[in-house]
Each structure stands twice: as structure tokens, then as C-alpha cells.
């Protein structure tokens, strides 16, 4: 997911500074453990390996914000790196740990668009159906909502206001107070409470489709989430079970709606730094727009076999996912359905909760997935840096 007001909007002078700097180790982090027990390095290039270390160290000190721990996972099509940086309990002293789950944030966002497109596939909805033929009741209450379509829902182009963001009104977005209030913070979050708030103190960004116009929305992702349910009659995690995490093996990842129990092995989470402990954020506060749970090697299996194709029944439908429209992201080269454009080739999305920052990417050379545990650090450029790290160690072209 992501929120108003998190990190300030980069201008591509930062960007291009924040990536040279990965060629150069942060000397304040000198006493920070670099590497946990879990590393493993093979058929990396010692270039390549220190530009790696130089990225995950400064995950957790660097202007955009710092985390206790962090974990960065490169594979190439015949070499890997996988180390972790940190602590997963700063208070224990307990590092990371490479196989430690965590929340992804809006990636799950590519999720719940994969599985709109099979119900596509499957002819039981039309991109352009607008809102109205699935769900009536709650387009008929939206401003303009007899207008919206699926399509402008999944690029973000529908104008919808984001249940996340601060109102026009001055009434806070909907998980804003969590940063400052515990209560609020644990509260659960029912989808019918986000449209509501949607409804009752948003205002339309713009109409649906206008040209040129682009606003990142987690209430469109919510929408297309009570689609998916409607048209399936059956939970959202229900869906993404059977039509993905079972089907890829990814026998570590759910979508949750609640507050993570202490068994799933989750590091500790953090607003930022260790200030302030998010680790009992509701996930339901997420849902299909940023509620689910993975590790580094299921999110490797996803990411890879999305840009590959392998969950789709045509070759045309992973291109209809990857037709773009201009962002007012700079990290973002072009936004689809609910799949974003980060290189030459490169596909994927990036995360964020109330706890965690993470990015996850695949080419046809390599896949990336990289998380910190706080709200605000780098791995909010997560693509854009590793990549270009791996610029700066030849293993990518310019």
C-alpha cells in the first residue's frame, strides 16, 4: 500500500543521486551486523557482491528513512544473492533472517489483478464492464461512479479517492491515525467502512479516464476486491489460494485479515526506526489493495512466473496487464493493471504498511525481491537502486 504524505516526491536528480551512492558503503553503519547468518552468495562477481552489501546496508540508514533489519534477494539465471542486514528483534538482539515472512504491502495489489484477469480469461467480466454491472448499490453512491470501469480501477485511473489518504474535510485517511494511536492502529477495517469513508469524505481526483490523469488509489484495489467476490462467492483469500498460491506451491504466503499472531515468525515492524512499534497493525487495514503475508522465495516464484506468462491461459492477457499509462510516480516508467513498468524489461510493484517497505520486480535476466522493516526507507526505490547497483557492476546494461 502506500500513504499520503510518507515519503515526499522524488526528483529524478535524488533518484539518480540515491543510486550512484550504492557504489559507496555508509561509514556510520560500521557497527550495524552487515550480513545475517543466513547470506548466501553463488556465482556472484566480488563487484557485484559489494554493490549488493553497499544496497542492503543502507536499508537501514539512509535520507529516505531507516529500519531495524532488512532482507535483498537477486537471482540471475545462473547466480544468486541472498543476504539479510539488522534485526528482526532489536530489543533481543535477534538478527534477520532471510526465510522470515513479511507483510507485502501492495504487491498484493498484482495478486488481486491476476486474478481479475483469469476471471477475464474465463469471459465472466469485461476490463471495461463499468462498476455498475458488479457492484450497483456502491456505484450508484460514488461520485461519478456510473462512469468508473474495472480497467481504470486496476491503472488508477478512475479518479477514486484512496481510503488511505487525508480528506479534503480534514478527516484523517483511515489508517493515518494507526501512526499515532494504538487502538486505531489494531482496529479492524471492514471493505464496506473504506468505500464509506470513500464516500462520505472523499472527493473524485478527477473524472474516470480523464486524459493524461493518474492517482494512485488503494479504494480502486478494494473495489476490484468485492468484485472478485462477488463474482466468485467465496473470500478474496479464498481466490488467491486456489488460483495462485497453490497452483506456484507458495505454501508461506495468505492473505490476512487480522493482526498477525506471534507464531507466523514475523519480524518486529516499526513507523520508523524503533520509535514507534507497528508490528499489531490490523492487516485488514490492507486487504486486497495490501493485506498479504510471503517470504523472499514465494515472492521470487510469484514475480517470476508473472512476467513469464505462466498464469494466464494466453500470451495476450500478460500483454494487456503490461499496457501502461504515464505516472506521476518518477519511480514508476509506466503503470498497467496492477503491474508497473521499473526498467528496460522490468516489471513489478512496490509495498508498503504501517511496518514494512518492500519491492519485488522480475525481468527476463534476473528477479529481485527486497524488504526493510519500517514504514520509510529505501527499499521504497528498491528496484531503481538494486538495478542500478547491478548497472554500476555490469551485470545489467545501462
Known sequence: MRRTKVHAILTVSALTACI???????????????????????????????????????????????????????????????????????????????????????NTKMM???????????????????????????ASRLPEGDAITLRQLAQHTSGVFSYTDNAPDGTPGLMEGGTSDRGVLRGSLAPSEMID???????PNFSPGAEGSWSYSNTGYVLLGMVIETL??????????????????????????????????????????TEYETTDWNMSQGWAAGGVISTVDDMHVFIED???????????????????VPTTNPTLLGYGLGLARKGQNLWGHGGQTLGYESDIAASEDISLVAFGTSSSNLMA??????????QSAGVLPE
Not at 469513508?197 to 472527493?203: A, C, D, N, R, S
Request: charged share 15%; aromatic share 8%; hydrophobic share 45%.
Open 381 to 390: 526505490l528498491g528496484a531503481a537502486v538494486i538495478s542500478g547497483a547491478l
Open 232 to 273: 466468485e462467492g467465496r473470500p478474496l483469500s479464498k481466490s488467491f489460494e486456489i488460483r495462485i498460491f497453490g497452483p506456484l506451491g507458495m505454501d508461506r504466503t495468505y492473505l490476512w485479515n487480522g493482526i498477525p499472531r506471534p507464531e507466523f515468525g514475523l519480524p518486529r515492524a516499526y513507523l520508523t526506526g
Open 20 to 106: 550512484g551512492a550504492t557504489s559507496v558503503a555508509l561509514s556510520a553503519l560500521a557497527e550495524v551486523p552487515a550480513a545475517g547468518m543466513c547470506a548466501t552468495v553463488s556465482n556472484v562477481a566480488p563487484a557485484v557482491e559489494e554493490a549488493l552489501d553497499d544496497v542492503l546496508s543502507q536499508v537501514l540508514e539512509s535520507p529516505f528513512g531507516s529500519a531495524p533489519g532488512a532482507v535483498l534477494s537477486v537471482r540471475g539465471a545462473d547466480w544468486q544473492y541472498v543476504a539479510s542486514a539488522g534485526f528482526a528483534d532489536p530489543d533481543a538482539g535477534t538478527p534477520m533472517d532471510c526465510a522470515m515472512p513479511f507483510q507485502i504491502g501492495s
Open 306 to 324: 508473472l512476467v513469464r506468462g505462466d498464469l494466464f491461459q494466453s500470451p495476450n492477457t500478460l500483454a494487456a496487464m503490461q499496457e501502461t
Open 112 to 138: 488481486t489483478a491476476v486474478v481479475l484477469l483469469q476471471l477475464f480469461e474465463e469471459g465472466r467480466l469485461g476490463l471495461d464492464d463499468p462498476l455498475s454491472k458488479h457492484l450497483p448499490e456502491i
Open 197 to 203: 469513508f470513500v464516500i462520505e469524505h472523499g472527493e
